[in-house]
């Protein structure tokens, strides 16, 4: 391991999501400074959880014909 990074299922662990998950956000590049190590994705420990932008509310952004 790389000093002052951490794995997938590490960073999943202390956010309480799954790894699949952190997947998608190092490919996305919504996770700073993330980078792949092989098939490896590397994070560096101290980053922080990126804002959740997902409607949780049960009510739509954008309505019908409005």
Do not use: F, H
């Amino acid at each position: 391991m790389l000093k002052g990074y951490i794995t997938v299922s590490e960073i999943a662990k202390k956010w309480k999501v799954n790894p699949r998950t952190i997947q998608v956000m190092c490919l996305k590049g919504k996770i700073q400074g993330a980078e792949k190590i092989g098939n490896m994705w590397m994070i560096p420990a101290e980053t922080e959880r990126p804002v959740d932008k997902r409607v949780k509310s049960g009510k739509y952004i954008k309505g019908k014909g409005t």
